[in-house]
């Protein structure tokens, strides 16, 4: 398997891209490359820099089709950082595609491109404002912070997985915290997940980030103007084109050197990323974020 030699190579090389920033094989996509270099800028903002990088892989299927071969596999990356006398280490998983003709590549892919949150999530009619009730609870931001730390890279079986499945992933964790669910068996009203069945705003971004916004009850939240604002447990939520349609939300699982957050997220699996998501092909100059601090009962 000569195309399996040739694939071990390549996964070798991505690690060019953020070590040395060098195009890769000719293979790198535009939108992939200017995430590539606007991380490597973020890092340079931030004083921090990637002095280890780890990248390894393994393949998922590969099939034959016209007389090419298609081989799907995931790539993880753990690159370690340094901010001034802080390490940490963060974590990322890709799914993507290469095809080889006999034993040459000839193209490689993100099958998952985080560019195409910006078509494919749902959006709802979600209810702005919560239930009525008195719901007393305290939230655990050690739990949730364990929860997402246990489940980044990993699909807990007890619920369902969503191709798009960032928000979802969010409920779980901040649920592991102690929060309350509200408002089954309704889709348009409060929060919950149960029987395999789901509210909007538990596994929708834009239903989520309005529920934060408008919760009376159950999970409430109270938004803030700034990263730094945010405490490990709390939500970020992006509309990477800045038109008004909320497509991805994560969860802050730590600081770094300049107290800025660092997030969990699943649909690209990542942990500890930089909050701003410079470095995601979604990315765009239009960005806007929601900074959400749960609070209890």
């Not at 780890?54 to 995931?74: A, H, W």
């Not at 040459?104 to 009619?125: G, H, P, W």
């Not at 929060?179 to 705003?201: D, I, L």
């Amino acid at each position: 398997m000569s195309w399996l030699n040739g694939l071990k190579e390549h996964i070798k090389s991505l690690n060019s891209s953020y070590t040395m920033n060098v195009v890769r094989n000719g293979f790198i996509r535009e939108d992939e490359q200017r995430s590539y270099e606007r991380k490597q800028d973020g890092l340079e903002n931030r004083g921090a820099k990637i002095v280890k990088s780890i990248v390894d892989g393994r393949v998922i299927s590969s099939q034959k089709i016209d007389g090419l071969r298609q081989v799907d596999y995931i790539v993880h990356y753990q690159q370690l950082i340094k901010q001034k006398s802080k390490f940490y280490m963060e974590e990322k998983q890709e799914e993507r595609r290469a095809i080889f003709s006999a034993e040459e590549l000839i193209d490689d892919y993100c099958r998952l491109n985080e560019k195409l949150l910006l078509n494919n999530e749902v959006l709802s009619t979600q209810e702005r404002h919560g239930l009525e009730g008195e719901y007393r609870y305290a939230y655990s931001r050690l739990e949730a912070v364990r929860y997402a730390e246990r489940w980044w890279d990993d699909y807990n079986p007890n619920y369902k997985k969503f191709e798009n499945n960032c928000t979802n992933f969010v409920s779980q964790c901040i649920h592991a915290g102690g929060t309350p669910m509200t408002g089954h068996p309704k889709r348009n009203k409060g929060w919950w997940y149960r029987n395999k069945n789901w509210s909007f705003s538990w596994a929708v971004a834009h239903s989520l980030r309005w529920h934060l916004s408008g919760s009376k009850a159950g999970l409430r939240a109270k938004e803030v103007s700034k990263p730094e604002e945010l405490l490990k447990g709390d939500v970020i939520c992006y509309d990477f084109s800045g038109d008004g349609r909320w497509q991805h939300t994560t969860i802050v699982v730590a600081k770094d050197e300049n107290n800025m957050p660092l997030v969990n997220a699943q649909t690209t699996n990542s942990r500890m990323r930089y909050w701003a998501y410079e470095d995601s092909t979604a990315w765009t100059p239009n960005i806007k974020y929601k900074f959400f601090h749960i609070i209890s009962e």
